[in-house]
């Protein structure tokens, strides 16, 4: 059947259960979904294909003379768009949960394939 791409926002915890694709290795997607949670509310469904979400890294930041005197410089947590397609379910999982640590608390960004009825 065809399919279409949407991206939706929702806040941790998510309320939605991730699998494994039985059919197709390397995908990961929505097996249940929490009735009144906030992935429910954002409009997350049973079978979508998860295909990239927000994560957070933290970074050091210093200025170039700083790390030549041998500081260690400020660290920046980063966040970006992680692409979820053929990466190992614990990673995948790990990704999402490292949206704790945006600090400006922002929802996460999912990026979903949905099947059209």
């Known amino acids: 059947g065809k399919s279409y791409v949407d ?3 929702a806040s941790l915890p998510l309320g939605i259960i991730l699998g494994e694709s ?6 990961t997607v929505v097996d ?9 509310l954002a ?3 049973v079978g979508d ?6 994560a957070c890294q933290a970074m050091m930041k210093a200025p170039a003379w700083q790390i030549i005197a041998g500081g260690i410089g400020q ?5 970006f768009m992680y692409n979820v397609d053929g990466r190992p379910f614990e990673e995948v999982m ?3 949960g490292s949206n704790r640590m945006d600090p400006a ?7 979903l394939e949905k099947r059209e009825e």
Request: overall charge negative.
């Open 7 to 9: 991206s939706c926002e």
């Open 22 to 27: 039985e059919e197709m290795s390397g995908l």
């Open 32 to 40: 249940e979904v929490v009735e009144g949670g906030n992935g429910s």
């Open 43 to 45: 409009g997350v469904q």
């Open 49 to 54: 294909i998860l295909r990239a979400c927000t």
């Open 75 to 79: 660290p920046e947590t980063r966040r």
């Open 94 to 96: 790990e990704a999402i």
């Open 105 to 111: 608390g922002r929802p996460v960004v999912l990026v």
